[in-house]
């Protein structure tokens, strides 16, 4: 099973509260009746989304596309699984028999088949895996516009205890300036318990009309909070940069806030400016970047590394397919990369990468730790499904689902750092903020190292 890159998405957030189900993802869907694990025809089409992949449908697939049953629904739903899901032992559930068990009862209407259908997904246990009714698959496309409405966090399912986590806040939204930290896990929301409730049903209970209050109550560690938040429109931007001096000259600082579509380009415009600027060497902070999508994590690798392996992807048949450097990047000037608990899926891709190469000396703490990989295609006429298909590996092999990436320099915030800097976001990036201080200092000596090694040539890491 060949999996084509361009439709494949890495976002840590199972789902984002606003009005988009997935916000900074920058998603794109499959059409058709195809299988997930990409387009075999290589047609790209300009849609809305930018890049949306089609595949050709059969007539039987356009009959049923159209004509299908709710019975119908929740059949198709189990066959994409069934055909597609990274495990083949559906993390060791019966999988024949839930299809059995489920064709076997009566659906009146639609809304009989979702809620037979979340329930059947729910027995794999993958809360990336998941799926979405028309309003829920519409919200999620509405993201690829980069404006969202709503408090702006990214929000999933925590693989072990199924409590609705955090895994981090958009720079800049309600729920950023509020306070809302990755890891924090919300017990309420405006006084009704989330214990065992679905990802969508949060998701619903926190979306609301602009300027509109939600109250959410969150357990920080063995704190428990009370956050009241003001629903608003929430524009994103995928890169931010500046340059700043130091005593080894000038240094480019690059925020990388999501994978989307658009964030390469956006990457590039930032890379060249900075060149110049004649930088001395790079700054590149990814931290509480929750993901995105493949092929912007391995396009942006690729402006940063002239050789050398990015990334594998093993489907559960044991395929791989491994992307490489093209031999054109951007800069091989010094790198120092910013990372923690907020850097996730595409984020750890990256910094994996940059790591392995020896490219880049990674600083701050321990990533999020999403190792897989998800397609997501319509069902049906209007309803989508999210599907895990596979796993991903650094180059050097590792697996860092569940683990994350450790950073070659850890440097933990206090908790009154963390809040001076969630209060005060123009410190983040300056001196003021003591990660990036510190990765400014190793940069400082990178940059010294490279001159004695090569005084009159190009600055190399």
Not at 147 to 158: C, K, M, S
Not at 367 to 385: C, E, I, Y
Request: hydrophobic share 35%; no cysteine; net charge positive.
């Amino acid at each position: 099973m060949a999996i084509t890159k361009r439709g494949l998405v890495l976002g840590a957030a199972a789902v984002t509260v606003s009005t988009a189900a997935i916000a900074g993802t920058g998603l794109h869907f499959f059409k058709g009746q195809a299988l997930l694990q990409g387009n075999d025809s290589g047609q790209q089409v300009a849609d809305a989304d930018k890049d949306t992949a089609l595949q050709p449908m059969s007539m039987l697939s356009l009959q049923s596309f159209f004509n299908q049953s709710p019975k119908e629904l929740v059949d198709e739903v189990w066959q994409i699984i069934d055909r597609t899901y990274v495990d083949g032992t559906f993390n060791q559930v019966d999988w024949k028999k839930v299809r059995n068990d489920y064709l076997k009862r009566s659906y009146s209407s639609n809304e009989d088949a979702y809620k037979a259908i979340r329930e059947m997904v729910k027995k794999i246990g993958d809360p990336y895996t998941r799926f979405m009714d028309p309003q829920e698959f519409r919200n999620m496309k509405i993201d690829t516009s980069g404006e969202l409405t709503g408090v702006g966090i990214q929000l999933a399912a925590d693989e072990k205890t199924k409590k609705l986590t955090v895994i981090a806040p958009i720079e800049d939204s309600p729920a950023f300036t509020a306070g809302i930290l990755s890891k924090d896990i919300i017990l309420k929301i405006d006084g009704k318990s989330t214990e065992g409730m679905d990802v969508n049903k949060a998701v619903t209970l926190i979306r609301g009309a602009v300027g509109t209050p939600v109250n959410l109550t969150i357990l920080r560690g063995t704190e428990q909070k009370d956050y009241a938040i003001k629903r608003a429109r929430i524009e994103i931007h995928a890169v931010k940069s500046s340059e700043l001096s130091s005593p080894q000259g000038k240094v480019g600082y690059i925020r990388l806030v999501q994978f989307s579509a658009n964030a390469p380009m956006d990457m590039e415009k930032a890379i060249k400016q900075l060149e110049k600027q004649q930088v001395a060497g790079y700054v590149l902070d990814l931290r509480g970047n929750p993901g995105g999508l493949l092929y912007t994590s391995v396009d942006i690798a690729r402006m940063w590394m002239s050789k050398g392996a990015i990334v594998s992807t093993k489907s559960r048949t044991g395929e791989q397919d491994k992307e490489q450097t093209n031999g054109r990047s951007l800069t091989n000037k010094p790198l120092v990369v910013l990372v923690d608990g907020g850097s996730a899926s595409a984020s750890e891709i990256l910094s994996g990468a940059l790591q392995d190469n020896r490219r880049a000396v990674l600083i701050g703490t321990k990533t999020f730790g999403k190792g897989l990989v998800q397609s997501v295609r319509q069902v049906g006429k209007d309803s989508g499904l999210a599907v895990t298909i596979a796993k991903y590996y650094t180059p050097n092999g590792r697996d860092i689902n569940k683990h994350g990436i450790d950073p070659d320099l850890e440097i933990k915030l206090t908790e009154a750092q963390g809040k001076e800097l969630s209060a005060n976001r123009d410190k983040v990036g300056t001196m003021a903020d003591p990660q990036f201080a510190k990765a400014v200092g190793v940069l400082g000596e990178k940059i010294q190292a490279a001159r004695l090694q090569s005084p009159r040539a190009e600055t190399k890491p």
